[in-house]
């Protein structure tokens, strides 16, 4: 089955600086690799996400890139602010009837 | 719209008992799946349903049983629960699989203890 590996488990940044996650994953067949930020206590919620046709996808501070070749995808944030502060998961989506398969987090603190 | 919901959102179990928690969506999504979060661990799915009257096993199904016998709702069922069944329940629908409509919608969660 499908293997994701999500680094760094823990990120601190300053207010305004970048963040960038890591994912890779082992099923080449894989096409769908969104991104969840979870806010302490409430449930996970889709920020962002890439199909397998495409390189890399923008919103606003937001972008996610997709190295297929490499089997990693990434999640940068630009200026971040406060707010960002959560746990972001990582998912891959296989082509066959194989639900998403998640990887094991990152909790981002941005320090003002 | 409700979104997805889950019933109860906090439950304390002795060893042993059984419980079952409610998940309903009103978006009239096919999909609909139950994942455990525990610290360290990202989300594990526990079963999952293609639609009305069926299931799946995911990646950690011991001790876990499931029903979807209408397309709102999903039930996931603990028999006899253990202290290792402690840990925070979310279930999610989705209306696709694959392609468009793949997003997964997540409830609120349920915190379960297991004394």
């Known amino acids: 089955g499908e293997n994701v590996e999500q680094h760094p488990s823990t990120l601190s940044v300053q207010e305004g600086d970048s963040a960038v996650i890591k994912c890779t994953y082992s099923?080449?067949?894989?096409?769908?690799f969104p991104w969840y930020k979870q806010e302490l206590g409430k449930r996970p919620q889709l920020i962002i996400d890439?199909?397998?046709?495409?390189g890399e996808k923008k919103d606003q501070r937001i972008a996610v890139t997709l190295n297929k070749t490499a089997k990693h995808f990434s999640l940068h944030i630009t200026e971040t602010q406060p707010e960002d502060s959560a746990v972001y998961f990582c998912?891959?989506?296989?082509?066959?009837?194989?639900?998403?398969?998640f990887g094991k987090g990152t909790r981002l603190s941005v320090i003002a | 719209n409700a979104g997805v919901t889950q019933t109860p959102k906090f439950r304390v179990l002795k060893t042993g008992q059984s419980m079952t928690l409610l998940c309903a969506q009103d978006m009239n999504h096919e999909y609909m799946y139950w994942y455990r979060q525990d610290p360290g661990m990202g989300l594990r799915l526990i079963h999952y349903s293609v639609g009305e009257g069926t299931t799946a096993k995911g990646e950690v199904p011991d001790g876990y049983n499931v029903s979807r016998l209408k397309k709102q709702n999903f039930l996931l069922g603990l028999e006899s629960a253990a202290p290792s069944q402690t840990s925070v329940y979310f279930c999610?629908?989705?209306?696709?699989?694959?392609?468009?409509?793949?997003?997964?919608?997540f409830g609120p969660g349920t915190r379960l203890t297991v004394t």
């Open positions: 099923d080449s067949a894989s096409n769908y």
């Open positions: 890439i199909r397998s046709n495409v």
């Open positions: 998912a891959v989506f296989s082509s066959g009837n194989t639900p998403l398969v």
């Open positions: 999610a629908s989705s209306s696709h699989l694959a392609g468009d409509g793949t997003e997964q919608y």
